[in-house]
C-alpha cells in the first residue's frame, strides 16, 4: 500500500541553524500539507500546498518557514533559524483531492538546543 | 476560528466494552476527520465524514452537522485499540485538530 515518508525520523540541531524536513507523498496526490505537534499538545496545521504553491498557511508559519517541492517527489520544509520553541514532531501529509482524506508520514521529530 | 473539543481526555475500558469518543466544534465544516495515533507518534487516517454514519470493522463514526457535534464508537474494544484518537475538522484544506482523547483498553 502507497505509504508517505519522511526524512530524518530524527534531527537534532543547535539554536540559529537551518533544518529541511523530508517528505515523499504518495505519488499521484496533488496536495501536500505540514503539521506540527509541541510534546504533549494538540496537533497543529502549518501549510498546504497545491501546484507548487502555498494555498493555505497559519500564523505560525511566518517567515522563518518555507515549503518548497523540489522535483516530482519530495516535499520539503526549511525552517531557517531554529529557536528552543521549534522542538515538536512534524509530520507531513498528503492527498489526492482538496479537503479529502490525508495520508500522514510518520513524522520527524526535531530537537533543538 | 473553530474550536474543537473532544470528551472525554482520557479513558479506560476493560476488553470487550463499548467505547464512545465525542467530538464537538463551534463553526460549520465540509468535513470532519477521525485519526489514530499510536504510542509512538505515527497517525492514521481512520474516516473522513461529512454527514451521517460510517463504519469500518468494528469502528463506527457518526455525524450530526446541525448539532456540530460527532461520534467514534468502537466495538468489542480490544488492547491494540490502545491509542490516543483525534478529532480534526475542516472547512478547507486546513485541519483544526482537537486535543484528542487517550483511550487504554485493559485485557
Known amino acids: 500500500e502507497p505509504e508517505v515518508t519522511q526524512t530524518p525520523s530524527h534531527q537534532v540541531t543547535q539554536m540559529g541553524q537551518e533544518v529541511i524536513l523530508r517528505c515523499v507523498p504518495i505519488?499521484?496526490?496533488?496536495?501536500f500539507y505540514w503539521y506540527r505537534q509541541i510534546l504533549g499538545q494538540k496537533v497543529e496545521f502549518l501549510v498546504s500546498?497545491?501546484?507548487?504553491?502555498?494555498?493555505?498557511k497559519s500564523e505560525i508559519f511566518d517567515d522563518q518557514f518555507s515549503v518548497e517541492r523540489p522535483d516530482g517527489s519530495n516535499f520539503t520544509l526549511k525552517i531557517r533559524s531554529t529557536k528552543l520553541e521549534d522542538s515538536a514532531m512534524y509530520f507531513c501529509?498528503?492527498?489526492?483531492?482538496?479537503?479529502?482524506?490525508?495520508?500522514f508520514g510518520p513524522g520527524t521529530r526535531l530537537t533543538v538546543l | 476560528k473553530n474550536e474543537v473539543e473532544q470528551s472525554p481526555q482520557n479513558l479506560t475500558a476493560q476488553e470487550g466494552e463499548f467505547i464512545t469518543i465525542n467530538c464537538s466544534y463551534s463553526?460549520?465544516?465540509?468535513?470532519l476527520h477521525w485519526l489514530q495515533q499510536h504510542p509512538g507518534g505515527g497517525i492514521v487516517s481512520l474516516f473522513m465524514?461529512?454527514?451521517g454514519k460510517k463504519k469500518h470493522g468494528r469502528l463506527i463514526a457518526t455525524i450530526n452537522i446541525q448539532e456540530k457535534h460527532s461520534s467514534l464508537h468502537i466495538t468489542a474494544s480490544h488492547p491494540r485499540d490502545s491509542a490516543v484518537y483525534i478529532c480534526?475538522?475542516?472547512?478547507?484544506?486546513?485541519?483544526?485538530f482537537g486535543k484528542g482523547t487517550k483511550l487504554t483498553v485493559n485485557p
Open positions: 501529509a498528503s492527498s489526492e483531492v482538496g479537503g479529502g482524506t490525508q495520508y
Open positions: 505519488s499521484n496526490h496533488l496536495y
Open positions: 465524514l461529512s454527514s
Open positions: 500546498f497545491y501546484n507548487n504553491e502555498i494555498s493555505e
Open positions: 463553526v460549520g465544516i465540509s468535513a
Open positions: 480534526a475538522v475542516g472547512g478547507s484544506e486546513k485541519l483544526v
